[in-house]
C-alpha cells in the first residue's frame, strides 16, 4: 500500500521517513508535504491508499484537508496525528471518517500498528463490496428486479445512458431514484464510460471504488465495462472528482488484473437532462481510445478533445507544462497546481493528462529533472550535498538524499565518488 505523509513539522516527517522499516512492511512512501494545500495536488498525481497527516498547519489545515478527500477521494484510508492539547481538532477529524489518531511523539511501533489496522480494514472492505457486488451479479439472473433494490437502482442509472431516452425519462429515473432513497440531484452532472476486460471482474472493482465514494459516484454496468455517473457542486469541482475517480479507477482495474483499458470523460453538465449527451461524449471518445494501440491505461476527457479540435493539442500543452517545469524545477516551492495554472488546467485534469502523455506522474518527472540537476553537480563540482539540495530544489538535505538514493540506489556521495570529473 502506498503511504503519503503531510506534516508542517519537518522532523516528524524526516522522523517517520528515516526510522520506520518501509522496506521490511508492505507500505511505500511515495510523498511529503507541508500543508493540506501542496498535499492535494501530490495526493492526486501519487494516488496513495493511505495518508498520514497532523492536524495544526498553515494554510490548509489537517480538518479542511480531510473534508477534501472526504468529497474528491473518499476511498483513501486516513491516519491523524496531532498535540496532546488538540483533542477538539482529532474529533472533528474522527466525525469526517478518520481511521486512526496518533499522539506525538510518533512511536514506530505504534505507526506499524495504526498502519496495519487501516490496511486491513480497506482491504476486508473492498472485498467486502466486490463480495457483494459479485453476489448480487450473480443473483440478478434469477430475483425479481423490484425486489432488488440495488439492482433496480443500478438499471435506472443506466436509463440515463439510454439513446431512446428522453428529457421526461431522466426526470422520471431521478425521481424514482429519489423515492427509493438513493437521490441523484446536483448541480453538475459528468460521465466516465470505461471499457476493460475481463468485464466482469472489473465491474467489481469499478463498483466497490465508486461504493467508496459516499453519494457522489453511481454505476451502471454496460456489456464492454462500466459507466459512472459523477456528481458535483460546480464544474471545476466536477472536473476534479471525474479525473480524480478516473486516476484511481485506472489503478484499481490493473491491480484486479483488467486488460485494454479505455476511460473517456464527457462534457460537464448542469441539466439532468443533458446527462445523455455527456454520456454520449464519453462513449465517443471512448471508441476513439479503443482504435489506439498504446499501452494500458489510456484515459481521455470532453476537453481534451476540444482542445486538439481547437488545433491547440494537449500534446503542446504538455510541451509547455515541461519547458515551465525545467525553467522553474530548482524552486523548491514549485507544486503541481503551479504548472496546472500556468497551462490553464484544472489540477486533476491537469495531472491525468501529464502522466497520459509522458508515461510518468509529474511527481515522477519533476523528480527525474531534480536528480538529472543534481547528478551533473556532483559529478562535475565538489558543492556540498546540502549546496546541492538546494540547487536541485530540495531544502531539505536529508529528504534529498532519501530521494537521491530510492530512485538510484546509492547516497549522493557514493554517486559522486563513481561518477567523479565524468562529463
Not at 230 to 250: H, I, M, P, Q, W
Not at 283 to 309: K, Q, T, V, W
Not at 370 to 395: F, P, V
Amino acid at each position: 500500500m502506498k503511504v503519503f505523509i503531510v506534516d508542517d513539522e519537518v522532523v516528524i516527517r524526516e522522523g517517520i521517513r528515516e526510522s520506520f522499516p518501509w522496506d521490511d512492511t508492505p507500505y511505500t512512501l511515495v510523498g511529503e508535504a507541508p500543508d493540506g494545500e501542496m498535499a492535494l495536488p501530490m495526493i492526486r498525481d501519487t494516488n496513495p491508499d493511505i495518508v498520514i497527516t497532523d492536524i495544526k498547519m498553515p494554510f490548509m489545515d489537517g480538518i479542511d484537508l480531510c473534508k477534501v478527500l472526504r468529497t474528491q477521494m473518499p476511498w483513501i484510508g486516513i491516519i491523524i496525528l496531532s498535540g496532546y492539547d488538540e483533542f477538539e481538532y482529532a474529533r472533528q477529524c474522527l466525525q469526517l471518517g478518520v481511521r486512526e489518531y496518533l499522539l506525538k511523539p510518533i512511536d514506530v511501533e505504534d505507526l506499524r500498528k495504526a498502519l496495519d489496522k487501516v490496511g486491513a480494514q480497506l482491504e476486508e472492505e473492498k472485498k467486502q463490496r466486490e463480495h457483494a457486488e459479485s453476489l448480487r451479479a450473480r443473483m440478478s439472473g434469477t430475483m425479481n428486479p423490484r425486489t432488488d433494490a440495488r439492482f433496480l437502482k443500478e438499471k435506472l442509472i443506466g436509463s440515463l445512458f439510454s439513446d431512446e431516452a428522453m428529457e421526461e425519462d431522466a426526470e422520471n429515473a431521478l425521481k424514482q431514484l429519489h423515492a427509493m432513497g438513493s437521490p441523484v440531484t446536483a448541480s453538475f452532472y459528468v460521465v466516465i464510460d470505461a471499457a476493460f476486460s475481463p468485464v466482469e471482474k472489473g465491474q467489481e472493482a469499478a463498483a466497490a471504488l465508486a461504493e467508496a465514494g459516499g453519494g457522489i459516484l453511481h454505476v451502471s454496468g454496460s456489456r464492454t465495462g462500466t459507466r459512472i455517473l459523477v456528481l458535483g457542486d460546480s464544474s471545476s469541482d466536477t472536473e476534479e472528482r471525474a479525473y480524480a475517480f478516473a486516476s484511481s479507477l485506472a489503478t484499481e482495474l490493473v491491480r484486479a488484473g483488467c486488460e485494454a483499458l479505455r476511460i473517456g470523460i464527457g462534457d460537464i453538465v448542469e441539466k439532468p437532462a443533458d446527462i445523455l449527451i455527456s454520456f454520449k461524449k464519453a462513449r465517443h471518445i471512448r471508441h476513439i481510445l479503443e482504435e489506439r494501440p498504446e499501452a494500458d491505461p489510456l484515459i481521455l476527457g470532453a476537453r481534451e478533445m476540444g482542445d486538439s479540435a481547437g488545433g491547440v493539442g494537449t500534446p503542446g500543452v504538455i510541451n509547455d507544462a515541461k519547458v515551465y517545469m525545467s525553467q522553474h524545477f530548482s524552486n523548491p516551492n514549485l507544486m503541481l497546481q503551479d504548472v496546472a495554472k500556468a497551462v490553464n488546467m484544472s489540477n486533476s485534469r491537469f495531472s491525468t493528462v501529464f502522466s497520459q502523455h509522458c508515461g510518468q506522474t509529474f511527481t515522477e518527472y519533476l523528480i527525474f529533472l531534480r536528480l538529472g540537476r543534481a547528478k551533473e553537480l556532483l559529478r562535475t563540482t565538489d558543492m556540498k550535498s546540502s549546496q546541492i539540495a538546494h540547487e536541485s530544489g530540495y531544502n531539505d538535505a536529508h529528504y534529498f538524499s532519501y530521494i537521491f538514493k530510492k530512485n538510484t540506489g546509492m547516497t549522493p556521495s557514493e554517486y559522486r565518488q563513481q561518477n567523479q570529473n565524468q562529463p
